[in-house]
């Protein structure tokens, strides 16, 4: 460390990783949409293939869903402003009413969704929640 400070240079932290994924391009998968996932950070030891996570280790969750219309027309409703209350993590749906937020730790939270003209939606939910059930209606 003192040869790089005295060279005025800053040491950063660095992620190194490796991903291998064996697809065949040419075959289509349909599966069901990812509604939770969980990211999960610790410190490795005995690198470079043993990786153990100890004490400080945490898991970052990401949930998804739809917004939708009221029944009877139940239509995916686009540019709608979707929000876990009280944490600064927001996000406004796409043109198939879905939507992506995170990350947080596990836990209860409101989701909070609503459109320009009107009052906005309240939902409870508990991150992750074991069928995935971050769809809301407006």
Request: no cysteine; net charge negative.
């Amino acid at each position: 460390a003192e040869v790089w400070a005295s060279l005025d240079n800053e040491m950063r932290p660095a992620v190194s990783y490796i991903l291998t994924l064996a697809l065949d391009p040419w075959v289509e998968i349909t599966s069901p949409i990812v509604q939770t996932l969980t990211f999960r950070m610790g410190q490795a030891a005995g690198l470079p293939r043993q990786h153990r996570l100890g004490s400080q280790e945490v898991d970052m969750i990401y949930i998804g869903g739809t917004v939708m219309s009221k029944p009877p027309e139940s239509k995916p409703l686009a540019g709608v402003d979707i929000a876990i209350k009280g944490t600064g993590i927001f996000d406004r749906t796409d043109e198939r009413g879905r939507f992506t937020l995170g990350s947080m730790p596990p836990g209860e939270y409101t989701l909070v969704a609503w459109l320009e003209k009107g009052a906005p939606r309240e939902k409870k939910i508990t991150v992750p929640a074991s069928g995935g059930d971050y769809d809301m209606e407006l």
